[in-house]
């Protein structure tokens, strides 16, 4: 059954668009018809009234967009004007009125007049091509290959192989540095390597999302997969938040922004990660141990509100302070109490001897 259409936008993005003709709509259904048949077409999606001032004759339809509507239409030679909600059917064997001092790099009549309609009336034009049997999205003045669902399947489940590795590194540092972190032997090496995976894992999550949005229905099982995957993500991110340098200026959010903003070959430089946490990045000149805040180590024990654990860290600064405070001091904490301060003890303790035991098997 087709998808219900979405509340169309005050501004269009190519988003939008890859969302209306993603698996599971009407309009994907009749494009694949229009496709299965070798026809071409040229569909256009936007307010009708601003539409007709760059068209002109055709046939009024005014009726609701069907699949099988829409495919006997394409048989016609021109234009198909949707609604802007992509519901209805307002015109067919419409002419486009392209500008030609509009600069185009199309070599097909098609195309061309549908990129110069996109970027005159600020609207959506898909046009279909008979001979390749492709379809390409024109928004304002961006333009879009869509690939078959095979194709974006292949590239979908390859780009989730990878990310599964990436994950597994990333969770084999995770883990040296929670030994680390109890032993009170961290370095800013330590840090910049799980910092520098967690970015890796993150950028590489968020080159899925695209084939995900065009595979709508069809992409429904990968989705489910990356966002199991990028679930322990959450505590990596921790990471950030236990060690940037507030001393430095820097603040948790200013650090995040300042990783994401870094460019693919800076990201492989551990100095680069060393100054966007505030450290400088002269890696050399660091020749002493950090100290974790505690945030992530104190998330894992599953037992802590986040009010709490924001309590705990202002009030005793380090994860070393918290496990040395005696449970008199816990206690002193809005929301700890005895019976809870002892359970936070007892988990730090636990997690300790768990992660002791799982480096002995290495």
């Known amino acids: 059954m087709a998808k219900s259409p979405r509340k169309p936008p005050t501004k269009w993005s190519m988003k939008d668009a890859i ?57 016609m030679d021109g234009a198909i004007v949707l609604s802007t909600d992509c519901t209805r059917i307002m015109y067919a064997n419409r002419f486009l009125v392209a500008d030609s001092s509009i600069p185009s790099n199309e070599t097909g009549t098609r195309h061309r007049a549908a990129e110069r309609t996109a970027r005159k009336a600020k609207c959506i034009v898909i046009a ?10 024109y928004v304002n003045d961006k333009r879009h290959v869509m690939d078959s669902i095979s194709t974006l399947l292949n590239k979908a489940s390859q780009a989730i192989q990878t990310l599964e590795k990436y994950i597994s590194v990333l969770d084999t540092a995770i883990t040296d540095l929670s030994t680390r972190e109890f032993e009170d032997m961290v370095t800013i090496f330590d840090v ?32 489910m997969q ?26 948790y ?25 505030g450290y400088g990045t002269n890696l050399k000149s660091i020749d002493t141990y950090l100290s974790s ?34 449970k008199e001091e816990l206690v002193e904490l809005e929301g700890v109490g005895e019976v809870l301060a002892e359970r936070v003890r007892l988990s730090l303790n636990s997690l300790r001897n768990q992660l002791a035991l799982d480096r002995s098997r290495r």
């Not at 279909?128 to 999205?137: A, F, K, P, Y």
């Not at 005793?316 to 918290?322: A, C, R």
């Open 192 to 223: 910049c390597k799980v910092v520098q995976r967690y970015e890796m894992v993150v950028r590489i999550g968020k080159e899925i999302e695209p084939f995900v949005l065009e595979l709508g229905d069809e992409g429904r099982l990968i989705n």
């Open 19 to 75: 969302v209306m003709v993603s698996p599971g709509t009407a309009l994907r259904e009749a494009i694949s018809l229009i496709i299965q048949s070798r026809l071409g077409a040229l569909i256009c999606i936007g307010p009708p009234k601003r539409l007709s001032q760059f068209s002109e004759q055709g046939v009024e339809i005014d009726a609701p967009l069907t699949p099988q509507l829409l495919y006997e239409l394409a048989k």
């Open 226 to 251: 990356l966002q199991e995957l990028l679930n322990p993500i959450e505590e990596a991110k921790l990471v950030v938040r236990d060690y940037y340098q507030a001393r430095s200026g820097v603040d």
């Open 128 to 137: 279909v091509s008979e001979r390749r049997s492709s379809v390409t999205l």
């Open 293 to 326: 805040r505690g945030y992530r180590i104190l998330a894992q024990t599953r037992r802590l509100t986040p009010p709490i654990i924001e309590g705990l860290v202002d009030k005793f600064g380090t994860l070393q302070q918290i496990m040395r405070a005696p």
């Open 253 to 277: 959010d200013g650090a995040l922004a300042r990783l994401s903003e870094l460019s693919q070959t800076d990201l492989l430089d551990l100095s680069h990660i060393s100054s966007a946490l």
